[in-house]
T-cell receptor, first 111, second 114 residues
Framework: KQEVTQIPAALSVPEGENLVLNCSFT??????LQWFRQDPGKGLTSLLL?????REQTSGRLNASLDKSSGRSTLYIAASQPGDSATYLC??????????FGKGTRLSVIA | EAGVTQSPTHLIKTRGQQATLRCSPI?????VYWYQQALGLGLQFLLW???????NRGNFPPRFSGRQFPNYSSELNVNALELEDSALYLC?????????????FGPGTRLTVT
């Protein structure tokens, strides 16, 4: 059974700092991995999707990497801003099973 | 292109009642997924519908059920509501196979059971 773990559970950083969020998964037979952002009480916004054949994806200040063999992904956020404050969720997809989510990292960027 | 929509935004029910939640997928998407996000438990997969058929089901009791209509919209029904059913229910849609195509999420329905 696939399990997804995100570390740390919460993170507080000053504005402008670069930061890394970690995600690990137990079964490396995945189709893809997605990073989402969730604001309090809201739905999910997809940030980046990495196919299993890819090593990384970039969008603006965000860069996500994938090491499938070791079961790890990282989300790098450059020059953090207060507007980046949210919960970041990692999820993996396998065949006919829907996404399996981690419990998220709650990020606070202090101005 | 309109995103995934869900209704109602908020729903308040009494224990033992039934709740019906609705989801409209993105145009062209045939798959609809339902997830429950209860406080402290993270996102848990509930149901997956594709082309009108139930394709997969999470570890939830039978009182959680649903259906997908010919226009690919979907309904989630929760019977005999219990206090622990209070949660944010998220719907997502995709073009097809869950593991291959990206899922897009709606804003959610907040269900409160008193």
């Amino acid at each position: 059974k696939q399990e997804v773990t995100q570390i740390p559970a919460a993170l507080s950083v000053p504005e402008g700092e670069n930061l890394v969020l970690n995600c690990s998964f137990t079964d490396s037979a995945i189709y893809n991995l997605q990073w989402f952002r969730q604001d309090p009480g809201k739905g999910l916004t997809s940030l980046l999707l990495i196919q299993s054949s890819q090593r990384e994806q970039t969008s603006g200040r965000l860069n996500a990497s994938l090491d499938k063999s070791s079961g790890r992904s990282t989300l790098y956020i450059a020059a953090s801003q207060p507007g980046d404050s949210a919960t970041y969720l990692c999820a993996v997809a396998q065949g006919n099973t829907p996404l399996v989510f981690g419990k998220g990292t709650r990020l606070s960027v202090i101005a | 292109e309109a995103g995934v929509t869900q209704s109602p935004t908020h729903l308040i029910k009494t224990r033992g009642q039934q709740a019906t939640l609705r989801c409209s997928p993105i145009s062209g998407h045939t798959s609809v997924y339902w997830y429950q996000q209860a406080l402290g438990l993270g996102l848990q997969f509930l149901l997956w519908y594709d082309e009108g058929e139930e394709r997969n089901r999470g570890n939830f009791p039978p009182r959680f059920s649903g259906r997908q209509f010919p226009n690919y919209s979907s309904e989630l029904n929760v019977n005999a509501l219990e206090l622990e059913d209070s949660a944010l229910y998220l719907c997502a849609s995709s073009r097809g196979l869950a593991g291959v195509y990206e899922q897009y999420f709606g804003p959610g329905t907040r269900l409160t059971v008193t």
